[in-house]
């Protein structure tokens, strides 16, 4: 049976979940594209702009400081007017009780398959068009910002989408030729690669794409984009930056933390050192911060740092809140130590 995709445009599906009674932001990118620097995407969570008339509906755990007299709420606290939307806000990992599915055994297969065609083939085709090649969490799976011509290149389950204009084009993924030929691009091996990403290899070789792991992993983006969100949203998050998909570690991630106290924080789907996700925070300068290394709050390998593995989320929370409360309970150890 062949999958329906249609043209999506997130703010205005979340908008029509308030039938007019407010104004929607959600976590994923959506139209108009944005065609000016220096992000050349839009900021889902922005609330620049807001007609102060209406009420706005904001992502749980992101309303700003002092935005109360401006009628700002969360979607968890929509969700008490309106509990039969519970699911359909859980399933855009806006707020309810979310939760992750366990993962599949054909996670990794899936996992590096994915990786290189967002690695060679969806980034470049973005960086070509404005420089940037940063990816994002879509449902389903993910995707570019929209770019041009308001165009949108994401993988939907087992499908390669293309998306301009309001017109769908869609063909199952196969192989990196095929997927590169589709969207009219190239497959690219060094704009987007890191050291970590798998080797382009065969282009024609056939791509292992599971549907439970796509979802899966479709899942676990959402969780990373909705918790690296509330970090953002954090009054002690210094300097915070935009939240994207990395295609050459393939993980979403943000920065944080003042000049000797930067960190990275994100979220690994898995990698060369792990088969199970994970959640992540490195430190970039340590040794400014005299941190103790033997410190077994400090238990990355490979680099100081930590991780919290899936396998070690209590089964009974939101697994958003888990991933928001272990980056800000590190990124307040990394502000104990950081000098004056």
Avoid: C
Wanted: net charge negative.
């Amino acid at each position: 049976m062949a999958m329906t995709i249609e043209a999506r445009n997130p703010r205005l599906e979340a908008q029509r979940l308030l039938a007019g009674k407010g104004s929607a932001r959600v976590l994923e990118p959506s139209p108009p594209a944005v065609n000016d620097g220096p992000y050349f995407a839009d900021d889902p969570v922005a609330v620049d702009g807001h007609d102060s008339e209406t009420s706005l509906v904001v992502p749980a755990g992101t309303v700003p400081a002092g935005s109360e007299s401006t009628e700002v709420i969360d979607w968890n606290r929509w969700l008490t007017d309106h509990p039969d939307r519970h699911d359909r806000v859980a399933e855009l990992w806006l707020g309810g009780d979310r939760r992750l599915r366990p993962a599949p055994s054909s996670l990794v297969a899936t996992r590096l398959a994915l990786h290189r065609l967002a690695v060679y083939v969806v980034a470049p085709a973005r960086h070509k068009a404005n420089g940037k090649f940063g990816l994002r969490w879509t449902r389903g799976g993910f995707g570019t910002p929209f770019f041009g011509r308001d165009r949108q290149i994401r993988v939907e389950g087992p499908q390669l989408v293309d998306q301009q204009d309001g017109a769908v084009r869609h063909a199952p993924i196969t192989s990196l030729r095929a997927a590169a030929d589709f969207i009219g691009a190239d497959i690219d091996s060094e704009t987007a690669a890191e050291h970590d990403s798998p080797a382009v290899g065969d282009p024609d070789e056939m791509l292992t794409v599971d549907l439970d792991a796509v979802a899966f992993m479709s899942d676990w983006y959402g969780m990373a984009f909705a918790a690296l969100e509330q970090l953002r949203a954090d009054e002690a998050s210094i300097d915070p930056s935009r939240p994207q998909l990395w295609p050459g570690h393939f993980d979403p991630a943000i920065e944080v933390g003042s000049e000797d106290g930067r960190a990275s924080f994100g979220a690994s789907p898995g990698d060369q050192t792990s088969d199970e996700p994970y959640l992540y925070v490195s430190l970039w300068w340590p040794d400014r911060l005299g941190i103790d290394a033997d410190d077994s709050f400090w238990n990355a390998d490979g680099y100081v740092g930590r991780r919290l593995s899936l396998s070690d989320f209590p089964s009974d929370a939101d697994p958003v809140d888990v991933a928001a409360g272990f980056w800000q309970e590190t990124r307040d150890r990394i502000a104990e130590s950081a000098p004056p």
